[in-house]
């Protein structure tokens, strides 16, 4: 029986993994936070947020400065890296940027990373569905994608169109029933919806922006992803730090202060201390995926979730509501949406391989398979009178083979 589906397992799947248990266990104390201690600031959150990537970055900077003693921006390629061999190049490093352009790089990255993250938030500001962002975070993973296509040129292969055409559809469903089943009234117009659908696609395109630029320097300055993320921290607070100025975040903390125990304002400073660590250990996995990787792993990842996200919401009855009453068209649909999306990310990444309209050729698995057999073909054709392998052509055998798979 010809088999149309199947998993396929990937070596250092383990990084991505973390990055995704970290959110979660993320998500969850922001969750506690807010029902048990009556506390939500997006923008405590936002500073938190780069105060823990810079010291995870800080602390991984001192530790490979104290025994690997490698420079911030120009680093000699080992053997290998985390688990997979590397090929060095004759003339040893190449980057095609400078100091100043890589720093101005990073600077944009962490204005980008305080305006997503800044805009992630903003459905608490006005009454529409607090899955919202997350709904429509498929559109990171096409925007990703044009970003790995046309900017880093790298190749676009069958099953990954296939998938983007897919989740494309999806998402144009999503943003149309929203329409339908939001509740307009007096205090949320067709405009202010509107507003917020753009505020979203702009914080998810910022998203893409880090996300592009991140893999630029990883594949392109052989930037050590470690030291990107403890720059990103810095420039990261140094925006939050002046919009503060603006917008205070220590209003609700003075006003936590007044209304709360001494024992709760332990209990918050302490569930902070929490959130800084989940975010500087979600963001180190992050960046080690993004390097391995790409940057529509991580975010494929993170969409996955959002089916059970979208039962636990329904059940306790703080999203897809209409009137106060529980909107079940509007739920199935969405998590109908959200498990096609789910999948096709899947495919997309290639931890599902489809076996139909040709959509295995060109992933890991099938790619790994055909290298097995040509290199065995390779042996057998350069097989000596003795019957062992002619040792003098192998660095020509190996050349066929990488040629074999670039054709492929």
Not at 200 to 212: M, N, P, W
Not at 298 to 312: A, M, R
């Amino acid at each position: 029986m010809t088999k149309i589906i199947t998993f396929a397992t990937r070596p250092n799947l383990i990084y991505p993994l973390q990055s995704l248990i970290y959110t979660v266990l993320r998500d969850l104390e922001v969750t506690l936070i807010e029902k048990l201690l009556n506390f939500s600031d997006s923008l405590v959150y936002t500073l938190l947020m780069f105060i823990g990537e810079f010291f995870a970055g800080l602390i991984v900077f001192l530790y490979q400065k104290k025994f690997v003693d490698k420079s911030i921006f120009k680093v000699d390629v080992p053997d290998k890296y985390m688990n997979l061999e590397l090929i060095k190049a004759k003339n040893g490093v190449r980057t095609v940027d400078k100091i100043p352009k890589m720093i101005f790089i990073l600077f944009c990255c962490g204005f980008y990373d305080f305006i997503q993250f800044l805009l992630s938030n903003e459905h608490k500001f006005i009454n529409v569905s607090r899955s919202i962002n997350s709904r429509l975070r498929g559109l990171l993973i096409i925007f990703d994608a044009l970003f790995y296509y046309f900017f880093l040129r790298l190749p676009k292969l069958r099953h990954q169109i296939f998938c983007l055409i897919i989740i494309g559809s999806c998402l144009l469903i999503v943003i149309g029933t929203e329409f339908i089943f939001q509740e307009i009234n007096i205090f949320l117009s067709y405009g202010r919806f509107a507003l917020v659908f753009i505020l979203s696609f702009f914080g998810q395109f910022c998203s893409a922006l880090i996300d592009f630029n991140e893999k630029y320097l990883f594949e392109f300055n052989n930037m050590n992803p470690f030291y990107a993320l403890l720059f990103q921290g810095i420039f990261g607070f140094f925006f939050s730090c002046i919009y503060s100025i603006f917008n205070s975040p220590f209003k609700e903390l003075k006003e936590f202060k007044k209304n709360k125990t001494t024992s709760e304002l332990i209990i918050l400073i302490f569930c902070f201390i929490i959130y800084i660590i989940l975010s500087g250990l979600k963001n180190l996995f992050r960046v080690s995926t993004t390097k391995i990787f790409t940057p529509m792993t991580t975010t494929s990842l993170d969409y996955i979730l959002n089916p059970i996200y979208f039962i636990v919401y329904f059940s306790l009855g703080e999203d897809f509501m209409y009137k106060n009453k529980r909107n079940y068209p509007h739920f199935f649909i969405n998590l109908f949406i959200g498990l096609i999306i789910s999948f096709f990310s899947l495919v997309f990444n290639e931890f599902l391989i489809l076996f139909f309209c040709n959509l295995d050729k060109d992933t890991y698995l099938q790619i790994s398979k055909r290298s097995t057999q040509d290199k065995n073909y390779i042996k057998l054709k350069y097989l000596n009178k003795s019957g062992n392998v002619d040792n003098s052509d192998d660095n020509s055998n190996s050349s066929l083979s990488r040629s074999s798979l670039s054709n492929e």
